[in-house]
């Protein structure tokens, strides 16, 4: 599976929108890009997922672009239970074993 | 909540001692992962479970291993533990191996002393 960087921190403002980037520069044609996020003392929870369009669903919408070799995940309203760290995952869509393999994540603090 | 619950969740054992940590997986999950998370540092994939059978391994020792039940519920065995295995074991179901969607649990905080 491809190898992502993510910044390791950043802050938003509660309510203003979060963006929050991941670059991808070895990502293959089929693999796909996911987004989980992990609340502290909680287990990861899966945010989105995308090949090569942006999708949209109700907590993110997640951005690819053209070239896929970046992406970027929006919370488009922080709130302040949206503080969490953030994984960018590039794997395979499905089969045999691909597990998640995740990275260091950005930890994302909403500010009040 | 996912419906994946792990047991117990706190646990502190002693070196060279055994553990046996479990995870019910969500109705109808036959795929069971489980990931080790130590402090600061993102989840590493142990193995995964597929009907019973183990389908795939990361890159841990033998003295790591695990079980499957008919029910898809998991068993996670942990031999002659080091002080380096301290760390949130994580268990995640998907509907199956072709499932986009990982479900997990809130681990298990394992110390080891």
């Known amino acids: 599976d491809a190898k992502t960087t993510q910044p390791p921190s950043m802050d938003c403002a509660e309510g203003r929108a979060a963006n929050l980037p991941c670059n991808h520069s070895?990502?293959?044609?089929?693999?796909?890009v996911y987004w989980y996020r992990q609340i502290h003392s909680q287990g990861p929870q899966y945010i989105i997922h995308?090949?090569?369009n942006n999708e949209t669903n109700e907590m993110a919408s997640l951005i690819i672009t053209e070239d896929r070799k970046s992406s970027t995940l929006i919370l488009p309203h922080a709130t302040l239970r949206d503080t969490a760290v953030y994984y960018c995952?590039?794997?395979?869509?499905?089969?045999?074993?691909?597990?998640?393999?995740f990275g260091s994540g950005t930890q994302l603090t909403v500010l009040p | 909540e996912t419906g994946v619950t792990q047991s117990p969740t706190h646990l502190i054992k002693t070196r060279g001692q055994q553990v046996t940590l479990r995870c019910s997986s969500q109705?109808?999950?036959?795929?069971v992962s489980w990931y080790q998370q130590a402090l600061g540092q993102g989840p590493q994939f142990i193995f995964q479970?597929?009907?019973?059978?183990?389908?795939g391994r990361g890159n841990f020792p033998p003295r790591f291993s695990g079980l499957q039940f008919p029910n898809y519920s998991s068993e996670l065995n942990v031999n002659a533990l080091e002080l380096d295995d301290s760390a949130l074991y994580l268990c995640?179901?998907?509907?199956?191996?072709?499932?986009?969607?990982?479900?997990f649990g809130q681990g298990t905080r394992l110390t080891v002393v």
């Open positions: 995640a179901s998907r509907a199956g191996l072709d499932a986009t969607e990982a479900f």
């Open positions: 070895t990502i293959s044609g089929n693999e796909y």
């Open positions: 995308g090949l090569k």
């Open positions: 995952i590039v794997r395979l869509p499905s089969g045999s074993a691909r597990q998640l393999t």
């Open positions: 109705s109808g999950h036959n795929t």
């Open positions: 479970y597929y009907r019973e059978e183990e389908n």
